[in-house]
Structures are given as structure tokens and as C-alpha cells.
């Protein structure tokens, strides 16, 4: 496949390839371009020229062309499913759950969008501001680059555009270079629904892209998800040219269990929080806080559950689980392993792998002082499990993390439940319930090195845009 500069499907100019390759076999399923600083620069040059044009169409003329898009992708999501599979190692049910995402993401930010209101603050609150009438209008920032991990690259990307280009901003799109495929199948539909050349384009390659990308005065807003040490980066280069930033990064959750929780629901929420997308997720259950009367008994059945997890070809519907998004990513994993072995903690299961494919793993009588316990993210299917004796304490541990993305807790006890919500300091909390949980609705981000600002439906549109006041003035002389 080729990358989309100015409506045009393109090879990088010095003709460098990526290969794409199936983690799950090793096959080679397609290549694209590596692309050069000249590439980008291009790309850039034509996003602000198409940008003063696509802000002045009509809110409506916008919604219409993206509804045309939805039509499209839902024509195609079925093979999109497919090929996102192939290119992730992810199980099939769970990317046709992923692709079905843009779609139906695209057209909730388009009804949102055709009901948004602005303000008017009528003259005459504040002395002396009589004859002064305000009303406010939201501008779009100009061109923004938006900046997709590997784990969830359709949704993401989904979560993106959808405000960016309704609220009159042009984007270019830096996807992963592991994983492409979907993505450009889907950008290449906005052209077939008449959007314009240069306002969604999406370029391929590795991190000099997404650094030229960055650091460009050219560029008006910068929304990345991804890890933190790359959005610390980011932030970094932003601030050269004060470009606004959205950032979504990395989390270690807490999971806590307190000795009133329901143990059966928690080893349940334990696997559909670390199993999914093999524990690729930022919001997954990374650290198991569970209170020591119950933590023999919560590992005891999760090691049983976990052993029954069926791992093998994603396109295989038995399977429970597929593998990482590649060897390398295993092998990080299993370094991580090792040190918090290193560091105290045992093996209960797994600790291995095959290629991409990582073993579920459970790593008992880890300790607050680990690695594991504070920062490090593993990004993989390993629950970390430690004990504590009260919640004061659980609540300690869990906020102990410098990162804040989400987090759970189980008990029967509505007044412990609220506490803990409120004394962990992250971006959302659930009750009785694993963090893994992302709603369109919601507004998703974190606290602290989680990130900045909040995505979803209900918030992204103040994010993309910025606020502009018109001031009616001496309207006590007319
Ligand atoms: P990453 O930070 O390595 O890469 C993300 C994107 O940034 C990729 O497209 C990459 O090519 C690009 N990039 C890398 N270095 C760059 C640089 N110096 N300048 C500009 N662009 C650069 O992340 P990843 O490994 O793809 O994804 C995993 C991480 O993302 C995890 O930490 C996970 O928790 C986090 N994540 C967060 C959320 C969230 O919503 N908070 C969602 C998904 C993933």
C-alpha cells in the first residue's frame, strides 16, 4: 500500500519500503513507504493549503461529506476486520469490534457535532459592560498531526479525525509503522466521499516522521496517543513553537480487591482486563492490589482461569487470545519478567514465550518497592498481584505511580468503593468493575504522566478547536 499526500496514493520519495509482516506467522502481507523529511514537508505544504478551504465550507457540508464516509467503511468492514487481525496478532472478534469502532465513531462526532451550541453572555452582568453583548464561536486550530499506537490504531485514529476535520482542521495522520494496513484502507475512503486532497492525509515511517512532524512551526495541534516517554518528547518539541497538544499516554492501573469484594467477578474482570489485545492496552489491569484475607484464594482461582485461556491463531475463533504485535515487544516483556524476578516476585505461570506469542503470566508476591509496582508498564499479559491489609494502604500503593490513566476497585461497600474513587489520583475509576473499560461517551484520558486534556465525544470538540469571542459593542448608544 502507499501512504495519502495531497490525494494522491504515494511511495516515498527515495522508494524505501516497510515491510508488513503477520505477527502471528511471520507472512508478509504488504509493504509501505518509509517516508522521507521531504514527504513529510510535502504533506505539510498541502494540509495548510487545503485547510483555509475545508474551514470554509459549511458545518453541514462537512458532516455530510464524513457521513458518506461512514456508508463506506460499513460496506468494507468485514475485510478491514480481517486485515486489522493480521496486522495486530489480535484475535478476529476483537477487531471486528475494533473496526466496527469507526464507523460508528465517526457518526456519533458527527451527530454531536450538528448539536453543538456556543455561549452568549448578554451585556449588563458586569459594571461598566452595559453596552458590551458576547458571543463565542469555536475556531479550528489549523493543521493538526495526530499521532496512533499500535494497540488499537483503527480506534484511535477513529478518535482522532472524527473532531479534527468536522471542526474545519485539516490532519495527517503518523500511524504506527508496525501496523498500517487498516488505516490507509480507511483514509483512502475520504477521498471516494469527494473530502478534499490535503485535508486527511496519512504518512508511514519511523520516528524521524513523527519528529519532523512535531517540531514543524507548520503545525497547529498535536493530538498523540502513545507512551509516555514519547509524549514527554513531544511536549518537549511543542513547546518550541507553543503548538496546543492533546496527549494520551501510558498507565500501570491499580486493580484493588478488598476482602468484601466479589472474588469470582474479580478473577473474571482480571482476565478481560490483561488477556485483551495480549494486555496491550493502557487501561488494562497492570497491578493487582488485593486485600491479604483473600489473596490466597483470589491468585489460587486466577491461575486456574488463566490456564484455560486458549492462545493461538488469531483468525481462529477457539482461540481466546492471539499474540503481541511482534517478537521484540515479547522480548521486552519477558526483560521485564525477569527483573521483577530479579526484584523478589515469583513465577506462578508462564513467564515464557514463542515468538510474539506471551504466555499468560501471573508474578505473585511482588512488593511495593518493584519497579512494577511504581512505573513500569508492562505492556503485556502479565498480572503483577501483591498484597495489603487496609485500604489507606492500597489507596498508598496505588498512587504511588507517577502514571494516573484509570483504575478499579471491588467491594460491597458503597462508602469504601466512593473513598477509593476519590483518593486514587487517575482519570477514571470503576467500581466492581476492571478499568478496561473506554465508552465513546466518556471523557477518557489521565491525571498526572497519564496525559493531558480529555477524547471522547463529549469533549474532543473543545480540545480541536479554540475558543473566539465576538464582542457586540455600545449596543447603549444604538
Ligand atoms: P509509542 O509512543 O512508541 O508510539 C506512538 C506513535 O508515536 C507511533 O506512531 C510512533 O511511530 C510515534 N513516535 C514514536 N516516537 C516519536 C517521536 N519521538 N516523535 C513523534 N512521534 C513518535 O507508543 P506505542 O508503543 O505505539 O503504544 C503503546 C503505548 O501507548 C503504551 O504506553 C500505552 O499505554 C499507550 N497508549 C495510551 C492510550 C491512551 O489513550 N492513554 C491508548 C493506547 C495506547
Not at 503548538?243 to 480487591?257: Q, R, Y
Not at 506462578?348 to 499468560?360: C, S, V
Request: charge should be negative; hydrophobic fraction near 40%; charged fraction near 25%.
Amino acid at each position: 500500500m502507499k501512504m495519502v499526500i495531497d490525494g494522491q496514493q504515494v511511495d516515498s520519495s527515495n522508494g524505501k519500503v516497510i515491510e508488513i509482516r503477520n505477527p502471528a506467522t511471520g507472512e508478509l502481507l504488504d509493504t509501505v513507504p518509509d517516508a522521507t523529511i521531504e514527504d513529510v514537508d510535502r504533506a505539510i505544504a498541502a494540509a495548510n493549503r487545503a485547510q483555509k478551504e475545508w474551514a470554509k465550507l459549511l458545518p453541514i457540508e462537512r458532516a455530510n461529506m464524513l457521513y458518506k464516509v461512514v456508508e463506506i467503511a460499513r460496506r468494507e468492514i468485514d475485510d478491514i476486520a480481517v486485515l486489522l487481525s493480521k496486522e495486530c496478532g489480535k484475535p478476529l472478534r476483537e477487531a471486528q469490534f475494533e473496526a466496527n469502532e469507526f464507523p460508528d465513531l465517526l457518526q456519533e462526532y458527527i451527530e454531536k457535532y450538528k448539536h453543538l451550541e456556543g455561549r452568549v453572555i448578554e451585556n449588563g452582568f458586569e459594571a461598566g459592560q452595559d453596552g458590551n453583548l458576547f458571543v463565542t464561536v469555536r475556531m479550528p486550530y489549523g493543521v493538526s498531526v495526530c499521532l496512533v499506537p499500535f494497540n488499537y490504531p483503527v480506534e484511535l485514529m477513529a478518535q482522532k479525525i472524527s473532531s479534527t476535520l468536522l471542526a474545519g482542521n485539516t490532519a495527517i495522520v503518523k500511524i504506527s509503522p508496525y501496523n498500517p494496513l487498516s488505516c490507509i484502507r480507511l483514509v483512502n475512503m475520504f477521498k471516494e466521499a469527494g473530502v478534499p486532497d490535503g485535508v486527511l492525509q496519512i504518512i508511514t515511517g519511523g520516528v524521524e516522521v513523527g519528529e519532523r512532524l512535531t517540531h514543524s512551526d507548520q503545525i497547529h495541534m498535536i493530538n498523540f496517543t502513545g507512551s509516555t516517554a514519547t509524549g514527554t518528547k513531544i511536549y518537549e518539541a511543542a513547546a518550541k513553537n507553543l503548538t496546543k497538544v492533546s496527549l494520551e499516554l501510558g498507565g500501570n492501573d491499580a486493580f484493588i480487591l478488598c476482602e468484601d469484594g466479589d472474588i469470582d467477578l474479580a478473577v473474571e474482570e482480571v482476565v478481560a482486563g490483561r488477556i485483551l489485545c495480549s494486555g496491550q492496552v493502557c487501561i488494562a489491569t497492570k497491578r493487582l492490589l488485593i486485600q491479604n484475607s483473600v489473596k490466597e484464594e483470589f491468585t489460587n482461582k486466577l491461575i486456574e482461569r488463566f490456564k484455560k485461556i486458549k492462545q493461538g491463531d488469531p483468525l481462529d475463533d477457539n482461540n481466546d487470545m492471539g499474540c503481541m504485535i511482534n517478537e521484540a515487544a515479547a522480548e521486552k516483556v519477558q526483560k521485564q519478567v525477569e527483573l521483577c524476578v530479579a526484584q523478589g516476585a515469583k513465577i506462578a505461570l508462564g513467564g515464557t514465550h514463542e515468538g510474539a506469542f506471551y504466555r499468560p503470566t501471573v508474578l505473585v508476591d511482588c512488593t511495593r518497592d518493584m519497579d512494577v509496582m511504581k512505573d513500569m508498564e508492562i505492556f503485556g499479559p502479565v498480572a503483577s498481584i501483591m498484597g495489603f491489609d487496609t485500604v489507606d494502604e492500597a489507596i498508598d500503593i496505588a498512587n504511588q505511580s507517577s502514571l494516573g490513566l484509570g483504575g478499579c476497585v471491588f467491594t460491597s461497600n458503597m462508602k469504601t468503593a466512593l473513598k477509593v474513587c476519590r483518593e486514587v489520583i487517575t482519570g477514571s475509576m470503576n467500581i466492581n468493575a476492571s478499568s478496561l473499560l473506554r465508552s465513546h461517551e466518556m471523557p477518557f484520558g489521565g491525571a498526572k504522566k497519564s496525559g493531558l486534556g480529555r477524547e471522547g465525544v463529549c469533549v474532543s470538540f473543545d480540545e480541536v478547536t479554540q475558543e473566539k469571542t465576538i464582542v457586540f459593542r455600545n449596543l447603549h448608544l444604538m
